[in-house]
């Protein structure tokens, strides 16, 4: 995702443009970040249409109620006056309810009354009516940006732009309906508005449209500096991201231990302080600069309010205009002027809240990049021939070095295989081509003849059961940590413990307080930590629990002791008859025991056989085995 040009950098060169060309493409900076209003509304409406609904009327009914009230006011003010002679020979309280006059004060002051009560009321109702709905709208598009996020590629969650996009519309999404209340809120006082400029208008027509120009500026100076703002926020995304990361590893629980043995913590506060205070120089750059402007051209509205008071009460002193003209025009005009401000500045606001939809709808328009054939091969059942890497070659976005290239790389169905090589060989990369989280850079990956491709990849991915060496520890229940390996299957109790058993899980289980419904973790308050070996046994059990007809296992014992290591291997031949397994370890007592070992350097083959015939041929296994075992003479 990349920050939208601004007018001048959109333009070639200023001398090809004509004046109404950059006319043009000035508005239309200003007016585009409008456009996903409808797409906010169409977001709301289809939440719930009464809340929506009930949200516009009560606005619709409260519009009109500054207008009327001012009206009953002046009406007010003019029976008094009418009546006010008559009033002083009044003696007794009957007099006064019997007096015409005062009868009228009195309706009319109920009257006023009454309006005040409903506008009260349809203020809190509204209130309501937009809290129920912002939130409720927050969660529907929370909802959505999780589904969407589910589609995206690894490779794009691996992308920082599109990092750095995720968490602004991660930001937004909790407060999105916010411009939608807006936007009626600016319906409401245009239309409130309205009916008090024509009012106005009735008696001063040159005040109203002076009272527009002066405040004109002032809105167009909000756009800027709105546009601005918005601008610096989109550049500060990785600094903001970056500080994020300084304070999660500054104050969380994962990273304690580290900050207090390696005293880290003076560093990781002075990283943050100096991504902090660069924000706060540069935001305070930018508010001063809008605070001297703003200040400027807001005092021409003031100046334009004045002129209008002094001419209606010279007016009113000519006799011109009755007392309860002058209560009525100066309350109007001033009503009429703030919300005439209002509604320039609020329209400013929302085009500043509404670039911000831009990093939301922007986020949900991404599209996937791995293609998904349109008509997809059936998946075969069972795997008879197996994978064949030819040629494959992969580089990362953005980096140099291939992590493999010119791979080729045979896994018959029904083997175990096991990848060994030093850190960087491509061990990890083959696994997520295996599983098409990537596609090739170069050359194709064959699965029973057919380019895996031509699968459909998430049918590809149920059949296969991958657990990486940097697998997720759930802060979930022991159960459901275990689950996620087949989530559609996490009732199924009998299964869970069944896998549990085959990974040597269950022993950890059983120590847990509340079995497998314990909560794991520290995040939470009634979660309870396990060893890194205990972690890896659930790990485990989460790949077997997947059924699946290719288990890959990435360095799957590294937090296991010898003993415990011998009886996960133990387990695994037996869960691997009739499938086709994949083991990545740097442990070659562990290898050994598969059916056939490749040996990966520089992202390729360097050799491939057993263990003996390895051995026996004297190559980098023979090396890397004999330095491995000198360690435990």
Not at 94 to 106: I, M, S, Y
Not at 232 to 251: C, N, V
Not at 271 to 281: G, N, P, T, W, Y
Not at 437 to 448: K, V
């Amino acid at each position: 995702m990349r920050l939208p040009p601004s007018p001048t950098e959109r333009l070639p060169t200023s001398e090809r443009l004509t004046t109404s060309e950059r006319i043009r493409s000035a508005t239309a900076a200003r007016i585009g970040p409008f456009r996903h209003l409808p797409a906010l509304f169409r977001l709301a409406w289809a939440t719930s249409r009464a809340l929506t609904l009930a949200s516009i009327g009560l606005r619709l009914a409260r519009a009109a109620i500054p207008a009327l009230m001012l009206y009953v006011a002046k009406l007010v003010v003019d029976t008094v006056v009418a009546g006010r002679a008559d009033a002083v020979a009044l003696a007794s309280a009957a007099d006064w309810l019997a007096h015409p006059h005062l009868r009228q004060v009195g309706l009319l002051i109920g009257t006023e009354l009454a309006l005040a009560l409903a506008s009260d009321l349809l203020g809190r109702a509204t209130t309501l009516v937009d809290g129920v709905l912002a939130e409720i709208t927050g969660n529907a598009t929370t909802l959505r940006l999780m589904a969407h996020a589910a589609t995206l590629d690894l490779a794009q969650f691996e992308d920082p732009a599109v990092q750095d996009g995720l968490e602004r519309a991660r930001r937004q999404v909790a407060w999105r309906a916010n411009p939608m209340g807006q936007l009626l809120g600016q319906l409401q006082d245009g239309l409130t508005a309205l009916s008090l400029a024509v009012a106005v208008v009735a008696f001063l027509p040159w005040a109203v449209l002076l009272l527009v120009l002066t405040l004109i500026p002032a809105f167009l100076n909000e756009l800027h500096f709105n546009r601005q703002g918005y601008r610096l926020a989109y550049q500060r995304s990785p600094d903001r991201r970056e500080g994020d990361y300084m304070r999660q590893l500054g104050a969380g629980a994962e990273t304690a231990k580290e900050n207090k043995l390696f005293g880290l913590s003076g560093y990781l506060a002075e990283r943050f302080r100096v991504l902090a205070d660069r924000a706060l120089r540069e935001n305070s750059r930018l508010a001063r600069r809008r605070a001297v402007a703003g200040g400027f051209f807001a005092s021409l509205g003031t100046l334009a309010y004045y002129l209008a008071y002094g001419v209606i009460a010279l007016r009113t002193a000519t006799g011109t205009l009755t007392l309860g003209d002058l209560t009525f025009l100066t309350g109007a005009f001033l009503r009429l002027r703030g919300l005439v401000e209002g509604l320039l500045l609020g329209l400013s606001q929302l085009s500043g809240q509404a670039q911000y939809l831009d990093d939301l709808f922007g986020f949900l328009a991404l599209a996937p990049r791995l293609p998904v054939p349109e008509h997809p091969a059936p998946f075969p059942t069972p795997i008879r021939e197996g994978f064949v890497f030819e040629a494959v070659g992969y580089r990362y976005p953005g980096a140099e070095r291939w992590a493999v290239r010119d791979l080729s790389l045979t896994i018959r169905a029904g083997e175990v295989l096991a990848l060994v090589g030093e850190n960087g060989s491509g061990k990890t990369t083959i696994v997520k081509l295996l599983a098409r989280l990537y596609d090739p850079t170069e050359g194709r990956i064959l699965l029973d003849g057919r380019d895996l491709r031509d699968y459909d990849p998430e049918t590809l991915r149920t059949r296969i059961g991958v657990i990486f060496q940097d697998f997720v520890r759930f802060d979930l229940t022991a159960g459901e940590n275990i689950a996620v390996g087949r989530i559609a299957a996490r009732a199924e109790a009998d299964r869970i413990e069944d896998v549990a058993a085959s990974a040597l899980a269950d022993t950890v289980v059983a120590r847990l307080p509340a079995g497998y419904d314990q909560r794991l973790g520290r995040r939470f308050e009634d979660g309870v930590d396990l060893s890194g070996g205990e972690w890896q046994k659930l790990a485990i059990a989460r790949a077997y629990m997947r059924e699946s007809e290719v288990l890959v296992l990435d360095e799957p014992t590294a937090a296991l002791d010898a003993r415990a290591e011998a009886e996960v291997f133990a387990r695994l031949r037996a869960l691997a008859l009739g499938r086709t397994a994949l083991l990545i370890s740097h442990r070659f007592s562990s290898v050994r025991r598969a059916d056939r070992i490749v040996v990966l350097g520089a992202g390729r083959v360097q050799e491939a056989g057993t263990h003996e015939e390895l051995v026996a041929r004297g190559g980098r296994y023979a090396e890397l085995f004999e330095l491995q075992a000198a360690a435990y003479r």
